[in-house]
């Protein structure tokens, strides 16, 4: 079964600073991944996903993540955070199927 | 506005009654998902229905029922729950395989 992996539960950052957040997945086939955002109270949405092609993706709002099929990873990064970027994050992943697993997620506080 | 609305937004049921979410989209998609979204743990996929058919049923216990009459609509029919099935149900629509789901506001399930 496939799985996916985030490495933290909560980032707390001020403006202006780097994020990366990690994403592992465990299945060693072709994967679509994905990256989704809920801001607080709102629904989920599609940050950036990756299908083929070029590891580097960028998604809206500034964010981009990159694909390393040796590791395993799909990790979130963005240069410089804004308050507004306050949100839960969600890696996932589908295989050639219908089931598109999520992460537990991480928490992430940007501090004015 | 995503385009897939659930309804109630907010739910309180003892554990004997019996209810139901509904899941409306207006997007044309062919795929519909039940997931189950609780404090510090990933997504859980409860159901997926392509076309009508329902292609995964995730080890659900049957106090969940899913209902797809027609690619625009599910529902998530539900008796005799159990108090840790508190939670956000959320429902989402996809086209095909592709993992670029659309989900709803949600479903805030309280089993009392």
């Known amino acids: 079964a496939q799985s996916v992996s985030q490495h933290n539960h909560h980032v707390i950052l001020s403006e202006a600073a780097s994020l990366e957040l990690g994403c592992n997945y465990s299945y060693g086939g072709t994967v679509n991944l994905f990256w989704y955002v809920q801001y607080p109270g709102q629904h989920l949405q599609l940050l950036l996903k990756y299908f083929s092609g070029d590891p580097l993706v960028k998604g809206i709002k500034g964010f981009e993540a990159e694909f390393i099929k040796s590791k395993f990873s799909f990790n979130l990064r963005k240069p410089s955070v804004q308050w507004s970027d306050t949100a839960e994050y969600f890696c996932a992943v589908i295989l050639n199927d219908y089931k598109l697993s999520f992460g537990a997620g991480t928490t992430v506080t940007v501090r004015a | 506005e995503t385009g897939v609305t659930q309804t109630p937004r907010h739910l309180v049921m003892g554990m004997t009654n019996k209810k139901s979410l509904k899941c409306e989209q207006h997007?044309?998609?062919?795929?519909m998902y039940w997931y189950k979204q609780s404090a510090k743990k990933p997504l859980e996929l409860m159901f997926v229905?392509?076309?009508?058919?329902?292609?995964e049923n995730n080890s659900v216990p049957s106090r969940f029922s899913p209902e797809c009459p027609n690619s625009s609509h599910l529902f998530l029919h539900l008796h005799t729950l159990q108090p840790e099935d508190s939670a956000l149900y959320l429902c989402?629509?996809?086209?095909?395989?592709?993992?670029?789901?659309?989900f709803g506001q949600g479903t805030r399930l309280t089993v009392v």
């Open positions: 997007l044309g998609h062919n795929a």
């Open positions: 229905y392509n076309f009508k058919e329902q292609t």
């Open positions: 989402a629509s996809s086209q095909d395989r592709t993992g670029v789901a659309f």
